[in-house]
């Protein structure tokens, strides 16, 4: 069975940083491409950043220079550092792993950006 448990979410004042972790079980994690996704009530669920399994990166344009994704193949665990959150980036984050044609989720992490 696929797990995929997200954890690190919370309630940040803006400027402030948020470490997002997902621990993965039930896949070869390292075969995987992993990402985080975001949603916000009544916006599209959309992709924050995506790490390959050779540890190639992409993000949104949004959070570029902002956060960072990363990968602990030993940990089956990727990450997400937020810095300089923004009011904007509140949202349930949601962690992803896709090979192929077999694509999981968790359940997400809310993530909080107010004074």
């Known amino acids: 069975q696929v797990q995929l448990v997200e954890s690190g979410g919370g309630l940040v004042e803006p400027g402030g940083s948020l470490r997002l972790s997902c621990a993965a079980s039930g896949i070869t994690f390292n075969i995987y491409t992993m990402g985080w996704y975001r949603q916000a009530p009544g916006i599209e669920r959309e992709l924050v950043a995506i790490i390959t399994s050779d540890s190639s990166t992409n993000y949104a344009d949004s959070v570029k220079g902002r956060f960072t994704i990363s990968r602990d193949n030993a940990k089956n665990t990727v990450y997400l550092q937020m810095n300089s959150l923004k009011p904007e980036d509140t949202a349930v984050y949601l962690c992803?792993?896709?090979?192929?044609?077999?694509?999981?989720w968790g359940q997400g992490t809310q993530v909080t950006v107010s004074s």
């Open positions: 992803n792993s896709k090979r192929g044609l077999r694509h999981y």
